[in-house]
């Protein structure tokens, strides 16, 4: 009985060890982690809260800088892409406890860069729309100008043959009271 109690106390031992090794080696992984976070080193901090998780998977702290990076690399990552309405919705999903690490003022920047592209975006659409506006008024401009021109020929025709067909009525009439008078 003796043996048992002291097997049993020797295997608690042994478990909560382990239980405080996975916990050092989780605290050691998040403190990599928010050194490469302050470093700039994204990817070697997802790395990092990767292994913190892996050890201990319910870990809150880890999961919400590594939630925090994820959400920052796909908002610029759309960004680069020029796909800025899906680089705001991403950046909008961040976690707002983002403030509390060191990569707040990049996310900071990544928000002010959005919002130029989207005045930018905005600036060159109303720009397209005027240039447009201004196309058609001009075309319609060339094609009354056109219509004009039309009328002016068709005008300068019909005064033309309104001049032949008086000559050729003078011409008749002088030719009938020529035939008249011989």
């Known amino acids: ?11 608690m031992v042994f478990a909560l060890g382990l239980l405080g090794c996975t916990n050092s080696l989780s605290k050691e992984a998040i ?6 976070l302050e470093n700039k080193e994204y990817d070697k901090a997802l790395a990092s809260f990767d292994i913190a998780l892996d050890k201990d998977s319910k870990n809150q702290e880890a999961s ?13 990552e759309y960004l680069e892409q020029a796909k800025v309405e899906e680089a705001e919705k991403a950046l909008k999903g961040i976690n707002s406890q983002y403030s509390e690490y060191p990569i707040k003022d990049d996310i900071n920047n990544l928000k002010i860069w959005i919002d130029e592209e989207i005045k930018n975006k905005g600036i060159a659409e109303q720009k397209v729309a005027e240039d447009d506006k201004n196309k058609v008024a001009t075309e319609q401009k060339a094609t009354e100008d056109n219509k004009n021109t039309e009328k002016e020929k ?6 033309k043959r309104e001049l032949y ?7 008749e009439s002088g030719s009938t009271s020529i035939t008249i008078g011989g």
């Not at 009985?1 to 295997?11: D, E, H, T």
């Not at 403190?31 to 490469?36: C, D, I, L, N, R």
């Open 31 to 36: 403190s990599q982690g928010k050194q490469a």
């Open 1 to 11: 009985m003796k043996k048992k109690v002291v097997i049993s106390i020797l295997f």
């Open 64 to 76: 919400t800088m590594k939630s925090i990076i994820n959400d920052y690399l796909t908002a610029k």
């Open 165 to 171: 067909i008086n000559k050729l009525n003078n011409i």
């Open 154 to 159: 068709v005008d300068v025709h019909k005064n």
